[in-house]
C-alpha cells in the first residue's frame, strides 16, 4: 500500500503542471474569443453607421469573414510566442550548463588505489576547508579528527552546522578547498572517483525501498519499531565497518565509539558519548537535552 499511494502522489505531481497549463490555455481562448467576438460588433457597427455606397457589400463581407477568424489567429499567435519563449529559456540553461566545472576524472591510471582497499577503514581527516561556490563564506573551517578502523561515528550538530557536508566530502560529492582526507593511506583527491565512490557505501536519509514487506520477515509479531529494527541490524551487520552517522536523531549515536559535534563549520567537540553527556555545557549534550524535551512535549500533546 505505501508503494501504490507514493505512486498515486508522484502521478498527481506529475499531472499537477499539465493541469494547470490546460487550465490556463482554456481561460486564454476564452477572453481572446470574447476580444475577437467584441472587435467583430465593432466593425459590423461602424459599417452600418457608414453612410450608403461609402463601401461596397462585397468589401464588407470580406472584412467581416475575415474578422471572424481572427480569434484562431491570435490563440495560435501568442501559443508560438509562449513557445519560442520557452525555447529560449532552454538553451540559457544549456548554456549555463556548459558553464559547470567538470568533475574530477573518474579513473586515474597513474594513481589507482589497491584491490582491497580500503581494508581497515581508517579515516584522517586534516584542516578540511569547504564552500558550495567560489566568493562564499566556507561551510566546513578546518576539521581536523581521525576516525580509527572499525569506529562508529556519530556527526552532530544544529541544522545547517556542515553535518552533511562532511558526509559529502568523503565522496568528494563537493570540491575541497584545502586540506586531505586520508583514508587507509590514501588520499581521496589523488584517486578517480569512480575509484573512490564504488569502494563506499552510503545511506541517505530518503532510501528507497524495494517493493515487497522486509519488515514483515524480520518482526512477524511487529513488536519492535522500524527504528529499533534499524539500529539493531546496524549493530549486528556492521560491527567490523568503519560507521559515519550523520545524526537527526540523537539516540542513533549513544552507541558509537566517538562522537564529533560540529558548529558553524568547526569541530567543537570529538570524544565518548557518555564522556560529553557527563560534561558540563557541551553542545551533545544541548541537543540531546533539546531532543527529549521536544520528544516528551510531542507526546504529551498527543
Same mark, same amino acid.
Given at each position: 500500500m505505501f508503494f501504490f499511494a507514493k505512486s498515486l502522489d508522484l502521478i498527481d505531481t506529475n499531472a499537477s503542471p499539465f493541469f494547470h497549463n490546460f487550465a490556463a490555455t482554456k481561460w486564454l481562448i476564452q477572453r481572446i474569443e470574447i476580444l475577437s467576438a467584441a472587435v467583430l460588433k465593432t466593425t459590423a457597427l461602424c459599417m452600418v453607421l457608414l453612410p450608403s455606397g461609402t463601401i461596397s457589400l462585397g468589401f464588407i463581407g470580406m472584412m467581416l469573414s475575415y474578422v471572424l477568424g481572427l480569434d484562431v489567429g491570435m490563440v495560435f499567435s501568442i501559443q508560438n510566442q509562449c513557445i519560442i519563449a520557452n525555447r529560449i529559456i532552454f538553451m540559457k540553461r544549456i548554456h549555463r550548463c556548459m558553464d559547470i566545472p567538470s568533475e574530477a576524472l573518474e579513473v586515474i591510471n597513474d594513481?589507482?588505489?589497491?584491490?582491497?582497499?580500503?581494508?581497515?577503514?581508517?579515516?584522517? !581527516?586534516?584542516? $578540511? =576547508?569547504?564552500?558550495?561556490?567560489?566568493?562564499?563564506? $566556507?561551510?566546513?573551517?578546518?576539521?581536523?579528527?581521525?576516525?580509527?578502523?572499525?569506529?562508529?561515528?556519530g556527526v552532530v550538530g544544529m541544522?545547517?552546522?556542515?553535518?552533511?557536508?562532511?558526509?559529502?566530502?568523503?565522496?568528494?560529492?563537493?570540491?575541497?578547498?584545502?586540506?586531505?582526507i586520508i583514508v587507509d593511506g590514501v588520499d581521496i583527491c589523488t584517486i578517480g572517483i569512480h575509484d573512490l565512490r564504488s569502494r563506499f557505501g552510503i545511506i541517505p536519509q530518503d532510501p528507497t525501498l524495494f517493493n515487497g514487506s522486509v519488515r514483515f520477515n524480520l518482526d512477524p509479531l511487529c513488536q519492535h519499531t522500524d527504528e529499533e529494527i534499524w539500529e539493531k541490524t546496524i549493530q549486528i551487520e556492521f560491527a567490523n565497518c568503519t560507521i559515519i552517522?550523520?545524526?537527526?536523531?540523537?539516540?542513533? !549515536?549513544?552507541?558509537?565509539?566517538?562522537?564529533?559535534?560540529?558548529?558553524?563549520?568547526?569541530?567543537?567537540?570529538?570524544?565518548?558519548?557518555?564522556?560529553?553527556? #557527563?560534561? #558540563?555545557?557541551?553542545?551533545?549534550? =544541548?541537543?540531546?537535552?533539546?531532543?527529549?524535551?521536544?520528544?516528551?512535549?510531542?507526546n504529551q500533546s498527543r
Open positions: 594513481s589507482r588505489p589497491p584491490k582491497n582497499w580500503p581494508s581497515v577503514g581508517k579515516v584522517v !581527516v586534516h584542516n $578540511l =576547508q569547504i564552500r558550495y561556490r567560489p566568493n562564499t563564506p $566556507l561551510v566546513l573551517k578546518g576539521i581536523n579528527c581521525m576516525i580509527e578502523g572499525g569506529d562508529k561515528i541544522t545547517g552546522s556542515g553535518k552533511t557536508t562532511l558526509i559529502g566530502a568523503l565522496f568528494l560529492l563537493v570540491e575541497l578547498v584545502e586540506g586531505k552517522t550523520v545524526a537527526h536523531r540523537k539516540p542513533t !549515536v549513544m552507541d558509537c565509539t566517538n562522537v564529533p559535534a560540529i558548529s558553524d563549520g568547526r569541530l567543537d567537540e570529538y570524544d565518548d558519548s557518555t564522556k560529553l553527556m #557527563e560534561k #558540563e555545557d557541551t553542545l551533545f549534550g =544541548q541537543l540531546v537535552n533539546e531532543y527529549w524535551s521536544h520528544f516528551h512535549a510531542t
